[in-house]
């Protein structure tokens, strides 16, 4: 099948809308016809390659769209079905197996590795193959993917918005309502109000914390942070201590915090700022981050830990968010800005420019 497609064919190039041949799905895979995709920092990382993706690859791994195929062994999705792709994961290691795909032991591999979980592709360009991306690659108008990544939604909700639930927007929820579960009436800053801050604050509301801080320095991201759920706001430019600023707020320290930015200040901070027995949750993208461990953590007995897609099982998790959004308490649409996938370089930009919390290209 012929697809239009956001093609990357070299380390921190533009994308291309190219004309690829998608095949038909094996025995576990469907096809499906993306109605859209958010865009994603995990994105830019191989487009830049520090994810090392091999190159040409179609990136994009927030799709959702509806079924148009289904191999022969499929028997949970059909087709007509109203879908949002997760993340791959292979069914049969320990942790899988263990009811925590989102640690799964292929995890690299499977999302990175250019291929589908058989070792070959489905996408290829004027006769040459190209990589996949996170077992979708849905900046295309047309999937392939692993029936383990796909998850049946309700069809009275917009697709076009709802491929973000696939990864951002579990991540920030899920770190809250599947990682840190925080007590009714405790306090939580976050750190870094993009769409997976977001998505936690929102979470956070849920659950019913006290107080829920937001931490950024784009006065238009802390205004819409107070819309969806922050009782209090901090611009880091403007607070000389961040770290006692919230110990202020929270009288002593906040009990949990997420640090959805990678900055290793920010990490620092989101341990300093906790009071006695805190606990820390790491979603940013870090790289190496000086601690000193015995003040940080250990004589306050805090913990600090890595969370990925939110410790959320998809196909259980996306319909919860998705009964939240209907119910109006995960308004995730207000973080939303839809472009066309002819824009996608555009949409990335106004990303960066803080013009768009959460972009998503449609087909």
């Given at each position: ?25 094996k025995?576990?895979?469907v ?35 509806v079924v148009?195929?289904?191999g ?8 007509g079905?109203h ?12 942790t ?15 999302q990175f ?16 193959e ?11 108008a ?35 309502l ?27 509301k ?5 107080k ?16 969806i759920?922050?009782?209090h ?25 997420i ?25 940013g ?50 973080l ?24 998503v290209?449609?087909?």
């Amino acid at each position: 099948m012929l697809s239009k497609a956001g093609v990357t064919h070299s380390k921190g190039a533009k994308y291309v809308i190219e004309t690829i041949e998608v095949a038909s799905p094996k025995e576990n895979e469907v096809l499906v016809k993306i109605a859209g995709c958010g865009l994603c920092h995990t994105d830019e990382l191989a487009q830049e390659q520090v994810i090392p993706v091999q190159l040409p690859a179609v990136l994009g791994h927030e799709g959702a769209g509806v079924v148009i195929e289904v191999g022969s062994s499929v028997t949970g999705v059909k087709p007509g079905d109203h879908v949002v792709l997760s993340y791959a994961s292979c069914g049969h290691c320990e942790t899988c197996l263990d009811g925590k795909p989102y640690v799964c032991r292929n995890n690299a591999q499977l999302q990175f590795g250019g291929a589908m979980s058989d070792g070959t592709k489905r996408l290829s360009l004027n006769g040459k193959e190209v990589s996949n991306f996170f077992g979708q690659s849905s900046f295309a108008a047309y999937a392939v993917a692993n029936e383990r990544n796909v998850v049946v939604v309700d069809k009275e909700v917009d697709l076009t918005i709802l491929g973000p639930l696939g990864c951002g927007f579990q991540t920030g929820a899920g770190t809250v309502l599947n990682g840190l579960k925080p007590k009714f009436g405790s306090s939580i800053v976050i750190f870094g109000t993009g769409a997976v801050g977001s998505a936690a604050i929102m979470a956070a509301k849920i659950v019913g914390c006290q107080k829920i801080i937001a931490v950024d320095v784009v006065p238009a991201k802390l205004e819409l942070a107070k819309e969806i759920g922050a009782t209090h706001t901090i611009n880091g430019k403007e607070i000389a201590d961040v770290v006692e600023e919230i110990k202020s707020i929270t009288n002593g320290g906040a009990n949990y915090s997420i640090e959805t930015t990678g900055v290793p200040a920010l990490v620092n901070q989101s341990l300093h700022c906790l009071r006695t027995l805190g606990q820390s949750a790491i979603v940013g993208v870090s790289g190496d981050v000086t601690i000193n461990v015995f003040d940080a953590v250990m004589m306050e007995g805090r913990t600090m830990q890595g969370f990925i897609q939110g410790n959320a099982v998809p196909q259980l998790f996306i319909p919860k968010l998705v009964e939240y959004y209907k119910a109006g308490l995960f308004p995730f649409d207000k973080l939303v800005k839809v472009y066309d996938l002819e824009d996608i370089n555009q949409a990335f930009d106004d990303t960066h420019k803080g013009l768009a919390l959460k972009a998503v290209v449609k087909m």
